[in-house]
């Protein structure tokens, strides 16, 4: 496999963009990609376009092939990929196969996701596609309802407490707040989530991520490409997709994620590292105590003790580990087929030394995405050119 | 009451379904069973924001029950979760549309 280069990134704001189609969402975020990168877009050999569900959303498919001819691509192969929340990282790891295969020199990932006009009950028929609605489906569970289940058996095994979660929240709502794109900054603090209406019980209203559209891409070359470029680049170590399972009942466990778990183990080998060389994490913070489990999922914070590493601020920025610089799912948004491209955008920048919630001299980092009930995940290990 | 399942008559192996093949042994010799509805209490959530066709049961609790027999099962709890803990002892008492409701076992 050769060497891979994220040569350029584009992304609108995440948020609310009613006026805008979604085709001109995701086409806006990958010319700006194209034309930061330099590369001449009629060199793109492949394009991966990650969306959940543009269909019953918007009413508009074949969208890998209409973004494309959008911007002017030539007559190459076009993907629409699926894998509900992981559907952007998903098309990530397309485009950088593509790449590091040997069968094209440049591919553009993008990802895009429209819902905030819809009105709730048609979001969440939409969002219940992702779980098996044979089986978990009958029972009238949602997904809130998911890490509610995975909350309650992580407060009893560990002892996790109700302000070591909310510790997750106002972290990322303040990251969020630094951060231009993101949707939702605030400052807020134990008290005003304690009085946030119950979703799901411990779930309440602040530690579930906004309804969001946006867009978010990525042009992957490879490494012989360098000269050519006019950004200036980050390198792929790793990329790798799992499979979890796609219902409750084949989970033995609810307080992890074997998807999560087997992708984290097969990225720290692809790159020849550990999780402690990891110098920040942009992670799938759906629920807040999404974060808790993940953390622990990826080995950066053992086994029980995501709470705590939480609330003594060792996530922060500054501290230990930063987690979700960039406010992550629950300040900067969830459009679900951008997020996991969203992600490896903030961490480019954090690479490059430009993001606006900068890690100190940070020249590793992972993103991680995961989809449905856990039955997709994808993590990418990425690194400072020079580092 | 006892629980549908399938039944693997290749090895035995039994699923809450549905299912097309054994998720152990990929045999597509599944038949309907039966499993006695007694088992322990894996997690619980009370939903208060419930999808379209559950609006009117809100709020409700959903739990996900280990059976003895060894296979887990989601399905609803009867009542509130005041009192709900971690492996206590339920019992399927009712089933709608496929779901099943459980109820802490009578000692
Ligand atoms: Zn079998």
Not at chain 1, 29 to 41: F, K, L, Q, V
Not at chain 1, 109 to 121: N, Q
Not at chain 1, 285 to 311: K, M, Q
Not at chain 1, 362 to 382: D, E, R, S
């Amino acid at each position: 496999m050769r060497q891979v280069l994220i040569a350029g990134i584009g992304s609108t704001p995440f948020g609310r963009h009613s006026e805008i189609a979604i085709q001109s969402l995701a086409i806006r975020a990958a010319d700006a990609a194209i034309r930061e990168s330099g590369i001449d877009r009629k060199q793109v050999g492949a394009l991966y376009l990650g969306n959940f569900v543009s269909g019953p959303l918007t009413g508009q498919e074949v969208l890998a092939g209409l973004v494309a001819d959008g911007l002017g691509l030539g007559q190459i192969p076009c993907t629409k990929v699926e894998g509900a929340c992981a559907s952007g990282g998903i098309a990530f790891r397309h485009a950088y196969l593509a790449v590091a295969s040997g069968m094209c020199d440049a591919a553009l990932a993008v990802g895009v996701e429209k819902m905030t006009h819809a009105d709730t009950a048609t979001t969440t028929a939409a969002l219940n596609c992702a779980m098996d609605n044979r089986s978990d489906g009958i029972s009238g569970l949602t997904f809130p309802g998911l890490f509610g289940l995975a909350w309650q058996i992580h407060a009893e095994r560990y002892g996790t407490s109700r302000d070591q979660v909310s510790a997750v929240v106002s972290k990322n709502k303040a990251n969020g707040l630094l951060n231009p794109l993101a949707q939702m900054g605030a400052n807020v603090g134990a008290d005003q989530i304690l009085q946030s209406p119950l979703i799901c019980d411990p779930l309440r209203l602040y530690d579930c991520c906004p309804t969001s559209d946006g867009a978010a891409a990525l042009l992957l070359v490879a490494a012989d490409k360098r000269a050519e470029l006019a950004s200036s680049p980050v390198a792929v170590m790793a990329s790798a997709q799992t499979r979890g399972s796609a219902r409750i009942a084949g989970h033995p466990d609810l307080c992890t994620f074997d998807a999560t778990v087997m992708a984290a183990q097969a990225a720290y080998a692809q790159a020849g590292i550990s999780a402690k060389d990891v110098d920040f994490v942009e992670l799938h913070d759906c629920f807040s105590i999404a974060e808790i489990i993940d953390t622990e999922d990826l080995g950066i914070v053992p086994r029980g003790h995501g709470g705590g590493y939480a609330l003594e601020g060792r996530t922060r920025v500054g501290g230990d580990i930063p987690v979700n610089p960039s406010g992550g799912l629950l300040s900067k948004g969830h459009p679900v087929g951008a997020t996991g491209l969203g992600q490896i955008y903030e961490s480019v920048l954090q690479l490059r030394g430009q993001h606006p919630n900068q890690v100190r001299d940070a020249a590793i980092g992972l993103t991680h995405n995961l989809g449905g009930t856990g039955v997709a995940c994808t993590v990418n290990i990425l690194k400072r050119i020079d580092a | 009451m006892h629980i549908k399942v399938l039944r693997c008559e290749s090895c035995g192996t039994l699923d809450p379904g549905p299912r097309d093949l054994c998720a152990a042994c990929q045999s597509d010799k599944l038949v309907l069973s039966e499993a006695p509805g007694a088992g322990a209490l894996v997690s619980w959530t009370t939903i208060r924001r419930a999808p379209t066709r559950f609006k009117g049961q809100a709020p409700y609790v959903v739990a996900v029950v280990k059976l003895d027999a060894g296979l887990i099962i989601t399905g609803r709890f009867s009542g509130t979760e005041e009192n709900l803990r971690l492996d206590l002892p339920v019992e399927a008492v009712s089933e709608d549309e496929g779901a099943y409701t459980f109820a802490e076992k009578a000692s």
